[in-house]
T-cell receptor, first 113, second 114 residues
């Protein structure tokens, strides 16, 4: 049984560009959360998707948007990239009704130049 | 404001030695507290989870304690190994408005040297 998977592993983009990150949840999980982790910091909550809708959102601008598909996989889109968007982006999934127990993927390292 | 503070920020110990990491939180309402281990450039992996009524939880050489009265937790690592070199993140879960919200600490970076 595969755990949470994310793609790509690494990504380099130029300021102003747009990027899409992908996440497949652990088998049986229906809720997907996205986090941004700057170097040396703890993860910061971006948003959470459940039943293909954004259910919670952290303190991130509208440049950050997402989507969840019927198979529970999810995408994170970031528009108009800034240098400060460089970070490790983590996806976490959880069982229905157990969002306190989240399983993390390996992350996507985004570098904005 | 819900906050989780960890200390020290970083720690260097010799292989085979013990160490203790600290976590103080001001989160309400409190649901549970979890310690994660995060290797560099990888996703966090759960070590222990404790609810309000639990004082101690062990996972191999890792032992977590929780004092819900003082809102403090610690993670004790026994007989450290080189593979213990990682960041250790304290995460407090708060259930409010029908949702669980996870509040992360900044982590303690542990380096185990031979």
């Amino acid at each position: 049984d595969a755990g949470v998977t994310q793609s790509p592993t690494h990504l380099i983009k130029t300021r102003g560009q747009q990027v899409t990150l992908r996440c497949s949840p652990k088998s049986g999980h229906d809720t997907v959360s996205w986090y941004q982790q700057a170097l040396g910091q703890g993860p910061q909550f971006i948003f959470q998707y459940y039943e293909e809708e954004e259910r919670q959102r952290g303190n991130f601008p509208d440049r950050f948007s997402g989507h969840q598909f019927p198979n529970y996989s999810s995408e994170l889109n970031v528009n108009a990239l800034l240098l400060g968007d460089s970070a490790l982006y983590l996806c976490a999934s959880s069982f229905p009704g157990q969002t306190y127990e989240q399983y993390f993927g390996p992350g996507t390292r985004l570098t904005v130049t | 404001k819900n906050q989780v503070e960890q200390s020290p920020q970083s720690l260097i110990i010799l292989e085979g030695k013990n160490c203790t990491l600290q976590c103080n939180y001001t989160v309400s309402p409190f649901s549970n507290l979890r310690w994660y281990k995060q290797d560099t450039g990888r996703g966090p992996v759960s070590l222990t989870i404790m609810t309000f009524s639990e004082n101690t939880k062990s996972n191999g050489r890792y032992t977590a304690t929780l004092d819900a009265d003082t809102k403090q937790s610690s993670l004790h690592i026994t007989a450290s190994q080189l593979s213990d070199s990682a960041s250790y993140i304290c995460v407090v879960s708060s259930f409010s408005g029908g949702y669980n919200k996870l509040i992360f600490g900044a982590g303690t970076r542990l380096a185990v040297h031979p």
